[in-house]
């Protein structure tokens, strides 16, 4: 028996939800200040309390016996514009749920909890009708995705030279 519980995400969860997104990206390296990451993690909470407000954000907590949060998900579900289904059979104009924020505390890591949290955010996928989901992987968070038949798709970024 898992020694946490799954629940879903509420409006007072985008703290949370905002240290986890501040955390993952902090040991990413792309945080370089703690004043950025001060920062990042005030915006993102105000942001995330509207999303989850307005239903653009859709997440989950795992918890402790004494609601201590210990690893999250989230899907942020993104609008889009006419396309042909992944299976090429149809039109749809259906919402893309992009996943983001999955993250575990360090101390709870390697004992399975991102892959219950992930699963669950792929099962709501499915019920919600959608044909896929998205996500952009950390090299940590890659072997973890691949086997959960997640796979690499033929996304490229630019950026301007400043």
């Not at 989850?52 to 859709?58: A, F, I, W």
């Not at 899907?75 to 575990?104: C, F, M």
């Not at 959608?130 to 959960?148: K, Q, T, W």
Request: aromatic share 6%; with cysteine.
């Amino acid at each position: 028996m898992a020694d946490y519980s799954i629940r879903g995400c509420i409006a007072r969860d985008a703290a949370t939800i905002a240290h986890h997104r501040t955390a993952m990206f902090v040991e990413m390296g792309v945080v370089p200040t703690d004043e950025l990451a001060r920062a990042l993690r005030e915006a993102s909470a105000i942001g995330l309390e509207a999303a989850l407000r307005d239903q653009t954000y859709v997440g989950w907590l795992a918890t402790t016996g004494n609601d201590a949060v210990i690893a999250g998900v989230g899907v942020h579900i993104k609008s889009q514009l006419p396309r042909i289904t992944e299976d090429g059979r149809r039109l749809t104009t259906a919402d893309l749920p992009l996943v983001v924020n999955v993250y575990t505390e360090p101390e709870w890591r390697q004992r399975g909890i991102a892959r219950t949290l992930m699963k669950t955010a792929m099962e709501w996928s499915v019920a919600r009708g959608f044909d896929r989901m998205v996500l952009h992987a950390s090299e940590a968070g890659r072997p973890l995705y691949a086997s959960l038949g997640f796979l690499a798709t033929n996304e490229m970024g630019w950026t301007p030279q400043r």
